[in-house]
């Protein structure tokens, strides 16, 4: 019962990252404050799911899942990088 409402708790709160992941990606003016928002938040987010569903896996499937929340947070913060980057470069030109 417990681990059913920690569970629920964590995948509640990483749907609540989301959602406000992607509420910043279209209110937020700039580029550089929409990347924010997306990675972080959709990092944040993924790592709550990943910690929710590891009530319900085995110990093979929750190292599984922590090892795509890692490949997704490498991936996160390189191509983040790589968009502010050119994003910076493209201002530079105008």
Same mark, same amino acid.
């Given at each position: 019962?417990? =681990? %059913?409402?920690?569970?629920?708790?964590? #995948?509640?709160? =990483?749907? #609540?990252?989301?959602?406000?992941?992607?509420?910043? *990606?279209?209110?937020?003016?700039? $580029?550089? $404050? &929409?990347?924010?928002?997306?990675?972080?938040?959709?990092? /944040?987010?993924?790592? $709550?799911?990943?910690?929710? /569903? *590891?009530?319900?896996?085995?110990?093979?499937?929750? +190292? #599984?899942? +922590?090892?795509?929340?890692? +490949?997704? +947070?490498?991936?996160?913060?390189?191509?983040?990088? #790589?968009?502010? &980057?050119?994003?910076? %470069?493209?201002?530079?030109?105008?």
């Amino acid at each position: 019962m417990l =681990g %059913t409402l920690i569970s629920s708790g964590l #995948l509640l709160a =990483g749907l #609540l990252f989301f959602i406000a992941g992607s509420v910043g *990606m279209l209110r937020f003016p700039d $580029s550089y $404050s &929409r990347l924010h928002a997306v990675t972080k938040a959709d990092s /944040l987010g993924l790592g $709550s799911v990943v910690a929710g /569903l *590891m009530f319900y896996c085995n110990w093979w499937q929750n +190292l #599984l899942m +922590l090892l795509i929340w890692l +490949l997704v +947070l490498c991936s996160g913060t390189v191509s983040c990088q #790589l968009l502010a &980057r050119f994003c910076k %470069t493209k201002q530079e030109q105008a």
